[in-house]
């Protein structure tokens, strides 16, 4: 009986998402291999294709496979398969990249260095110990130095370095894992190091020098721990806490605790700085804190320093005060004792990322940069509109028909320097994906630069202008990340920060809004007190609290220490007279009571005085609280004011005093929900960065983006989204 002949097929498969520097095309050809599929795979502006030749049921579990087991790093958004006209494959091919005049690819973040490759650099007999630039498909730069799409070498900043014999034969190899690895080099034919030897660099920390090194995203500046005084004083940082580079993570527990949550993901592909709880206080590191920001070695190069070192190190970006990371070679000259550098530019500088933990395990991004940027959220939307974001803890955000992409962390405004950096990491970023804004969203404020310079930009392109409310734009990122966008059931939104431009023309800050079936309406908020000197109330919490105690004469001796006779008698003139400018701002409601507490009257750096209160608070737990009544849309903070008083001249432990008032604010909300008749919440802004109070809230959170200002951007599509919807 003759045989059934197999009927072959020509298929095609195109998958999108995150699938460019995450091994994807080797993954494809090993599971060819092992299928015996005849083909080819290549990458393209718009993701991965697949030609092949199969039966229809080998192509349906080829295609399966593939969807269903992608490499860890990959993030697939969309997938299909169809049939194609016949071809004669005679291999399984791997296919150079195409370009394109557009775009829909999923930029992939920088890979922590990899177990496997930590454990080459430190093996003595492998042909890559101790070599700074060791990567493969699993680790490695990524979007810092993509300079062109689709992801091959000869669009990134290595295009300059040829590989060797032998690494060539590891990119042809489809068993290694340097298969088609476009950063894949070693010591014959790498990155050119410019700058000391490592024991140079060993030696300048241990005589307490300064050592700026090149990192993936920009410099870094590190000094042994001891020498914290040093440091602060050429950044002009006298109390701003350092993050500290620990060798080992059992380095880092002999200071701090350490959570299995915070260990893996101080171990992970991101290796972001890590807020941990001190063992003991480290004033030199943290002063006036209980948490201390700890970061392993996450490149090769940090990882041969670090290890030979073999001490903690202080680590902090390479920039002054109010100026973004430095990542050019010419503007790191001079900048420390010794500066090393390495020949591999950086296209798109960015910070480390920053991240804690509720004690419910809860994860607070608290700045998104290297390792997480840029972030994609999974979006129908109209292609080409840009978001401008906000003027502090600045992000951009860009649309896709299927994604909106959010930039990674940019600095505050208010230096020529950030809203260069700004500009030109904008106009990088949409060279690069081909895009052309016809849509523009600003922030209501006139006086932002983000504002400005998105007018300017509609002016010159003819795109269509739009202004979004601040705190609207706080809800709708937290909507948007939840998929609650089409939520039909009213949520509730608690969107506490600092400061943001109100509709009425004063500044918000401690919001209540509901959304129900595509509408948002501010539904509460603080009741008003004076924004006493504008925005200089913001970086003085003594401000904030005489402003509060307005309205209880007799009770301001408790601050008066804070100020001179000239200055106290100039704000009350200010106070008695008339005040246009009123706040809401829950951001200054906990400046103020730090300042009542005792904690700092002035800050040094934003949101020092509500940490330094926090960590006051050490391990005391109450469930007592002020009463916070609610009148119609305006929450009454007096009572509040007045029990901090008394508590405070009773002599109450401040650390006692300020859980009550966190503990208020958890029964606040649950007050909120029962008056509004709400049984879902989402919360925002960035009074929500602290873990304490997060932790005693249940709902809705940021889980992509920080509850800071960088979520502005998401927000503002999330909220043109449901104007056009």
């Known amino acids: 009986m003759a045989g059934i002949k197999k009927i072959v097929n020509s298929y095609h498969i195109h998958i999108s998402g995150r699938v460019q520097g995450v091994g994807f095309r080797p993954f494809v050809a090993r599971v060819a291999k092992d299928l015996h599929i005849l083909g080819a795979v290549s990458n393209s502006p718009d993701g991965v294709h697949i030609a092949f030749n199969a039966s229809a049921g080998e192509a349906a579990h080829f295609y399966n496979t593939i969807i269903s087991q992608p490499p860890v790093h990959a993030l697939i958004t969309h997938h299909h398969m169809r049939p194609a006209p016949l071809f004669p494959f005679t291999t399984f091919t791997i296919l150079p990249g195409t370009a394109a005049s557009a775009t829909s690819l999923l930029l992939t973040p920088d890979i922590a260095l990899c177990d496997t490759c930590r454990r080459e650099l430190n093996n003595t007999s492998n042909r890559r110990y101790q070599y700074a630039f060791t990567t493969c498909t699993n680790c490695g730069p990524r979007y810092s130095i993509i300079r062109a799409l689709p992801y091959e070498r000869e669009n990134t900043s290595m295009s300059h370095l040829q590989q060797c014999e032998d690494c060539n034969e590891e990119y042809l190899n489809s068993a290694d894992r340097r298969f088609h690895s476009e950063t894949n080099s070693c010591p014959e034919c790498g990155v050119p190091v410019s700058g000391p030897s490592l024991q140079e660099v060993d030696d300048c920390l241990r005589k307490g020098g300064i050592l700026a090194v090149k990192g993936i995203g920009g410099y870094l500046l590190l000094c042994d721990v001891s020498q914290s005084s040093v440091m602060r004083t050429k950044k002009n940082r006298p109390q701003k806490p350092f993050a500290v580079l620990y ?27 890590v807020l941990c709880k001190l063992k003991k206080p480290a004033e030199g590191l943290a002063p006036g804190l209980d948490r201390l920001g700890v970061i392993l070695p996450y490149s090769p190069l940090l990882q041969l320093i670090s290890s030979r070192y073999g001490k903690p190190l202080i680590a902090t970006s390479a920039n002054g005060h109010g100026v973004p990371i430095i990542y050019k070679d010419e503007d790191a000259v001079g900048i420390a004792d010794l500066v090393l550098s390495f020949d591999r530019e950086i296209v798109f500088p960015q910070d480390d990322s920053v991240i804690c933990f509720t004690s419910k395990g809860r994860r607070i991004i608290l700045r998104g940069g290297r390792g997480l940027a840029p972030v994609y959220l999974h979006k129908h939307s109209r292609d080409g509109i840009l978001a401008m974001g906000a003027e502090l803890k600045s992000t951009f955000a860009l649309t896709g ?12 405004h208010g230096t020529l320097e950030t809203e260069e950096r700004f500009e030109e990491t904008l106009n990088n970023l949409l060279q690069l994906l081909h895009k052309r804004p016809v849509q523009i969203l600003t922030d209501m404020h006139p006086g932002y630069f983000v504002s400005r310079l998105g007018k300017q930009m509609a002016g010159v392109s003819g795109a269509t202008l739009t202004t979004i409310q601040h705190h609207k734009a706080h809800f709708g990122a937290v909507l948007a990340e939840n998929n609650l966008l089409q939520q039909r059931h009213p949520v509730l939104g608690i969107i506490w920060d600092g400061a943001g431009y109100g509709e009425d023309e004063q500044i918000w800050g401690g919001e209540v809004f509901v959304y129900k079936e595509g509408q948002m309406k501010r539904v509460g908020h603080l009741d008003y007190f004076p924004q006493l000197m504008g925005d200089k109330m913001n970086k003085e919490p003594r401000l904030s609290a005489l402003a509060l105690l307005q309205n209880f004469p ?12 000239q200055e106290w008698r100039y704000y009350h003139q200010l106070l008695h007279g008339h005040i246009a400018l009123k706040t809401s701002s829950m951001g200054r409601l906990l400046d103020g ?3 009542i507490l005792g904690v700092t009257g002035i800050n040094t750096y934003e949101g020092e005085a509500v940490m330094k209160m926090e960590a006051c608070i050490g391990d005391v737990v109450t469930h007592t609280y002020y009463d916070m009544p609610i009148y119609g849309d305006l929450i009454q903070w007096r009572p509040l004011i007045l029990g901090v008083m008394d508590d405070v001249e009773r002599g109450m432990d401040k650390g006692e005093i300020a859980y009550k008032v966190y503990y208020s604010l958890a029964n606040l909300v649950a007050k909120l929900k029962r008056h509004f008749q709400t049984e879902k919440v989402a919360f925002s802004g960035g009074v929500f960065q602290s873990p304490l109070l997060s932790g005693m809230m249940q709902g809705h959170f940021h889980r992509m983006l920080s509850p800071n200002d960088e979520c502005i951007a998401a927000g503002q599509l999330a909220c043109f989204s449901i104007q056009n919807d």
């Not at 992409?405 to 505050?412: P, R, T, V």
């Open 247 to 273: 060798p080992t993570l059992e380095q880092a527990a002999e200071d701090v605790y350490l959570t299995a949550q915070e260990s893996l993901e101080l171990l992970g592909p991101v290796a972001p700085v």
């Open 401 to 412: 028909e299927d994604y909106w992409l959010i930039s990674q962390y940019l600095g505050s």
């Open 554 to 565: 007799g009770r301001h001796g408790i601050i008066r220490h804070y100020f001179t006779d």
């Open 593 to 595: 009571v730090a300042a």
